[in-house]
C-alpha cells in the first residue's frame, strides 16, 4: 500500500468570509428577520459597509429565517427583482 495513504492531506488555508463577501460583484439583498439570533444588526451593518453592491431590509417580528411571504419581504424581493432584470 502507498504511505501517502496514511498520511493526512494537508489542511487548505483558512477562508475569510468577508473576503468572499467582498468579492461579490452582483447586486445584493440581505433580508434580516429583525429578532435574528444568527445574523445580528452590527454584522447586517458591516456587510453594507463593506459592499456597496448589498441592500438590507429587515422584516419586523421575526427570527432568523424570514419566510419571504411578510409583506416587508414581499416589497423588498419584488422591488429588488424589477430593477435587476
Do not use: Y
Not at 438590507?56 to 409583506?71: K, Q, T, Y
Request: net charge negative; proline share 13%; aromatic share 4%.
Amino acid at each position: 500500500m502507498d504511505p501517502a495513504v496514511r498520511t493526512a492531506p494537508p489542511k487548505p488555508p483558512a477562508l475569510d468570509p468577508w473576503d468572499a463577501f467582498n468579492a461579490m460583484e452582483c447586486p445584493i439583498l440581505i433580508i434580516r428577520g429583525a429578532q435574528s439570533d444568527v445574523l445580528s444588526a452590527e454584522t447586517a451593518r458591516k456587510m453594507l459597509e463593506a459592499n456597496p453592491r448589498a441592500r438590507l431590509v429587515e422584516v419586523p417580528g421575526v427570527g432568523h429565517a424570514p419566510l419571504l411571504i411578510e409583506p416587508e419581504a414581499r416589497k423588498a424581493l419584488e422591488s429588488f427583482l424589477a430593477e435587476h432584470r
